[in-house]
């Protein structure tokens, strides 16, 4: 349970880095990502089926976050190397000057 808690603060935290990087990000994005399960009315489902659902909604919302992650991941690192590549060709640029 602990684990679940330090993965799920860690992914909130990498959504709101990434919301703060990128403001084209659709907020609703993360909506659909962190909303509960949506689920038949209750009373429609077996409890077997229910929780079969709820699980299933679960592991759909760590699959979405997990490529979010991954994805803000990417992206850093990206900009990491641009920066990277500005200070080698400003170096490159102030020698030769």
Do not use: W
Request: glycine share 4%; net charge positive; charged share 25%.
């Amino acid at each position: 349970m602990a684990t679940a808690k330090c993965l799920g603060s860690g992914l909130l935290f990498v959504v709101i880095i990434l919301l703060i990087v990128d403001p084209k990000i659709q907020s609703s994005t993360f909506a659909c990502a962190m909303s509960g399960p949506m689920l038949p009315s209750s009373s429609s489902l077996t409890s077997d089926q229910r929780r079969r659902a709820v699980a299933m909604a679960y592991q759909r919302r760590e699959d979405v976050l997990r490529r979010m992650a991954r994805d803000a991941q990417r992206k850093v690192q990206q900009e990491q190397r641009k920066r990277q590549h500005q200070l080698q060709n400003q170096h490159r640029q102030s020698r030769q000057s």
